[in-house]
């Protein structure tokens, strides 16, 4: 996704929150990936916000997508400026509200935020694992968290919600753990990566892997193949857009100009923009989590994971209430994707609110302010049964 | 465009044709530029097909995009294999008749196939000129064009025809020259990059110039950025196609295996695909003609150019019939584009005919066999008064 957004409309926030860290799949017993891959010690970053009541029963699950951490909402500390990715979304009175329910966010396995991942220590080497560190998938994701769950007490989840990769995340928790999740909200997702949204992945993971700091992964004790990791989030970020949403933000623009230079170098305010997020991602990502997690992207097919080509059959021992939400202008997940979804989890007698969001933003549209969609989101939580 | 269209459905060939050059602009008069650059000697490949009637009255321009030449149609000798890019369209008998008409394909300046361009030798320096050589503009490319006209004593064009950035040469000739062109048949095009458009080429670009065998543009006496431009190309491509056209090109189709292999690499068929287009790709294009000539159609703004900002403006000297074509799955140069210029050329009261193609191929829909497109085009060009 493209830049978090860092409003805080409301001015209510949930204050200051800390990074929790969970370990297992310590020797003898490691994690068994999809892969086939055996994997540990296994750490996960997480962040909760809101009280857990006695009967754990007021639980939701916020996943994050690609380049999101586990830092949802409020601040790390009284300095700090800018608050989690979705702290318009969560906080006293917002649309997940924290004075109702306990909110967990965790850090996927293979990202570079304090959860495991190829920038981590590999016991092996006592170096970093780089690309020693096995392919991951998004069942290896919930797998991982379904292990902090069981390690929380926690065997309910109210509501799993997430866009793009979390909404990914959010639908294979409803099938793989159908008892365990009440309610299911993917936003801005697909069951299945297109041609077109693998073409795009993998075209950025060829800029990172051509950089020549890339080095086959093993960087980490030189320099960083920031160039070509600056390449692939402009790509990403074109996708995170919408023609209507450029049009609007920055048309034909010039960048600190009033004439074209006849020089290259950006000179229209898109390119600037672009070399502005290539340059901030490079601070804060690391080039190889971006190849692990994509990958996991591409790789995800409820169907055929789940249903083996039937997407009808992956729903069939959901129970989850879901709320499916898509947005016009999202070309990368297109709501056609989300209907045929929908049509999957009503064949299976499941009930599903369906809802198209006329958003021009694009992909990004699930990131940014929504009142039709808070109000939606209110709705729909509030009639979930539970104790709160 | 994607992989020009090698099939002759009909089997009529115009046969043989030859690359001509002519060359002007040799010092002391040089071609002023629209940076205000000077440059000079100019040359420029071209080629033609059918016969120059007496009256000269029976001659089709065929402008070509970003990656074309003067190629256009029929075979360089009797063992070539590949006819030119558009020889489903030119030919005895096809679209664009070459038993009525008089054919002339020409290379762009700029571009790497015969014309002057960055890999030609600057006079200055007995080299290359790489980057030193100036920036050009669409306009240019025309001036270039119309050079050769009179050069051939040719003053009336019967029609002007071409797509993408060949449909931006079409409008450029239509309004720059207003009573030279008769006709003007500008497909899958627009009068101005959107963001989205100036933001995929920057980012090709950018993947050229991360090369370190770009070195600034100066590689001809060593290793070329083949890595930059493979990916600069694999970019391109995905702009080339829908989202339709990929899903039904190869979905998720697996490339040689049946399962994931949980390693980087080309799985996918469309990542093979991609991949293979780009290594074809490095065979026969220069990476500077790529930066030059994706610098030009993001410069391109007919409004801005001609009209002060009002595109109504700019078609005001216009005298051109008109028919503009756009598809359905283009999103590179979306309906939306050619519906806007069709509104500012009635508004200047000109015979315009507008199609919009209902086709699945994307932006490459222009290059490939169309019945309908076919059809409509002969009835355009039969109500054209020439004396043929």
Not at 203 to 224: E, F, L, S, T
Not at 247 to 258: I, P, T, V
Not at 295 to 306: H, N, P
Not at 360 to 387: K, T, V
């Amino acid at each position: 996704m493209s830049e978090y957004i860092d409003q805080n409309p409301s001015g209510a926030t949930i204050g200051i929150v800390e990074k929790l860290f969970f370990t297992f799949a310590d020797k003898p017993e490691l994690l068994r990936l999809e892969s086939g891959a055996d994997i540990g010690p296994v750490t996960i970053a997480y962040e909760t916000c809101g009280t857990l009541n006695p009967e754990k029963d007021n639980v939701i699950l916020v996943l994050h997508a690609l380049s999101g951490d586990s830092h949802v909402a409020g601040y790390y500390d009284a300095k700090d400026t800018k608050p989690g990715w979705w702290d318009i979304m969560v906080g006293p009175g917002k649309g997940i509200d924290t004075d109702k329910y306990f909110i967990i966010c965790i850090n996927i396995i293979g990202s570079c935020a304090g959860s495991t991942g190829p920038s981590s220590m590999n016991p092996a080497s006592g170096k970093a694992y780089a690309t020693d560190f096995p392919l991951i998938t998004i069942g290896d994701m919930v797998k991982c968290q379904k292990a902090l769950m069981d390690h929380l007490g926690i065997n309910s989840l109210l509501s799993v919600i997430g866009g793009s990769v979390g909404g990914m995340q959010v639908l294979e928790w409803a099938v793989r753990y159908p008892d365990m999740v009440k309610s299911a909200i993917p936003l801005a997702t697909t069951t299945r990566h297109s041609a077109l949204a693998i073409a795009f992945n993998e075209v950025a993971r060829q800029a990172i892997m051509a950089d020549p700091n890339w080095n086959d992964g093993y960087y980490y004790d030189g320099k960083k193949p920031d160039i070509g990791l600056a390449l692939a989030r402009m790509i990403g970020h074109i996708t995170y857009l919408s023609d209507e949403s450029m049009r609007l933000k920055f048309g034909r623009k010039l960048q600190n100009r009033s004439a074209l230079s006849f020089e290259f170098g950006a000179e229209f305010a898109v390119e600037s923009y672009l070399q502005y997020q290539g340059k901030k991602f490079i601070e804060r990502f690391d080039a190889n989590s971006f190849l692990y997690i994509t990958k996991a992207a591409d790789y995800f097919d409820l169907a055929r994971q789940y249903g083996q080509g039937s997407l009808v059959k992956a729903f069939s021992n959901c129970t989850s209430k879901f709320l499916v939400v898509s947005y016009t202008s999202d070309w990368l997940y297109p709501t056609y994707q989300s209907r045929e979804m929908v049509k999957a989890m009503k064949k299976n007698g499941l009930n599903v609110s369906f809802i198209e969001i006329d958003a021009q933003w694009g992909h990004d549209a699930f990131l940014l302010p929504n009142a039709h969609f808070d109000s939606l989101l209110r709705g729909f939580l509030r009639e979930l049964p539970h104790e709160n």
